[in-house]
């Protein structure tokens, strides 16, 4: 059994000549495959390749990819950009010659304006071609390796669930097969006795219009096609969970042939056995439907 879940999560860090990273990657249900990257400034050159790599593992899914880059080997240090601080000095007292009344700048303030003081951290990106780069990328791959062995294993805790969902819904499809209202001879034999007591009643009924009601009334309350259906769903059913591909597109519309033909049963159920098995039916077809919502 291939069935993968589309919930997953996955992190992974490291090293590499003062370059510090760490990728997260998160998935969680989506109708296809929708991925969202978020990178530090200069890094955009990732994106297309970062999402190469994710389509080639993953079918379907929201899929979020967050990388943080930090220079270790630069963080803590703190730069002065010496050549605006010396313009800001030049155009303060030019200031200061034509209001001689305002009071002269402090070095405390100037050097608070944005652009002064440099981090270590804000050190230059890795390039497009350099062996940073390229580690980066192996490393997003880790990452995403991570997540689909998660999704893997998730997928297979919830195959064995589907799998006793079906097995369910074929016990409660053998018993509808079985119920005593399915038996032709015994469903006229109610509907005689239920014309004999109107007869009784003085209601006029010539035999002609007597043996078309009845046989209106039989057509009407037959189910065996439906659960032949259901039959072969069942067998359809089956067959996906034992895939390779992604099925849960094909899952989740066969959801809604299962609800049609429990739907059915419930309406041409002419006891109470019969509705309670289909009700049955409708409540384990939902809970098997919840799951395949989870399904890649």
Same mark, same amino acid.
């Given at each position: 059994m291939s069935i993968s879940s589309m919930t997953g999560y996955a992190r992974v860090s490291g090293e590499e000549n003062g370059l510090g990273w760490a990728w997260e990657v998160k998935s969680v249900n989506g109708r296809g495959l929708d991925v969202r990257t978020r990178l530090p400034p200069g890094?955009?050159?990732?994106?297309?390749? +970062?999402?190469?790599?994710?389509?080639?593992?993953? *079918?379907?899914?929201?899929? $979020?990819?967050?990388?943080?880059? $930090?220079?270790?080997?630069?963080? @803590?240090?703190v730069a002065v950009n010496e050549a605006l601080l010396d313009q800001l000095i030049a155009l303060s007292r030019r200031w200061q010659e034509k209001a001689p009344d305002l009071a002269p700048p402090r070095l405390d303030g100037l050097l608070a304006l944005?652009?002064?003081?440099?981090? @270590?951290?804000?050190?230059?990106?890795?390039?497009? /071609?350099?062996?940073?780069?390229?580690?980066?990328l192996a490393e997003?791959?880790?990452?995403?390796?991570?997540?689909e062995a998660m999704r893997a294993?998730? &997928? *297979?805790?919830?195959?064995?669930?589907? $799998?006793g969902h079906l097995d369910e819904i074929a016990f409660l499809v053998t018993d509808a097969v079985n119920a005593a209202t399915l038996d032709p001879a015994q469903a006229r034999a109610k509907l005689?006795?239920?014309?004999?007591?109107?007869?009784?009643? &003085?209601?006029?009924?010539?035999? /002609?219009?007597?043996?078309?009601?009845?046989?209106?009334?039989? &057509?009407?309350?037959? +189910?065996?096609?439906?659960?032949?259906?259901?039959g072969a769903h069942i067998a359809a059913a089956r067959k996906m969970l034992a895939a390779v591909e992604p099925v849960g597109?094909?899952?989740?519309?066969?959801?809604?042939?299962?609800?049609?033909?429990?739907?059915?049963?419930?309406?041409?159920?002419?006891?109470?056995?019969? $509705?309670r098995?289909?009700?049955g039916l409708k409540a384990t077809i939902e809970q098997f439907r919840e799951q395949v919502q989870n399904i890649e």
């Open positions: 890094y955009d050159f990732l994106d297309l390749p +970062v999402r190469d790599a994710v389509q080639k593992r993953f *079918k379907r899914g929201n899929i $979020t990819v967050n990388l943080t880059v $930090t220079h270790k080997s630069q963080q @803590g240090a944005r652009g002064v003081l440099e981090s @270590g951290e804000s050190a230059d990106p890795a390039g497009e /071609d350099s062996e940073a780069a390229k580690t980066l997003c791959d880790k990452a995403l390796a991570q997540m294993d998730e &997928g *297979k805790r919830m195959g064995a669930i589907l $799998t005689r006795q239920q014309v004999a007591t109107l007869l009784e009643a &003085g209601a006029p009924v010539s035999e /002609d219009r007597l043996a078309q009601e009845v046989a209106l009334l039989l &057509g009407k309350a037959d +189910v065996r096609e439906e659960l032949d259906r259901l597109r094909k899952l989740d519309f066969l959801c809604q042939e299962f609800n049609r033909e429990a739907n059915t049963l419930c309406s041409k159920a002419n006891d109470i056995a019969l $509705t098995i289909g009700l």
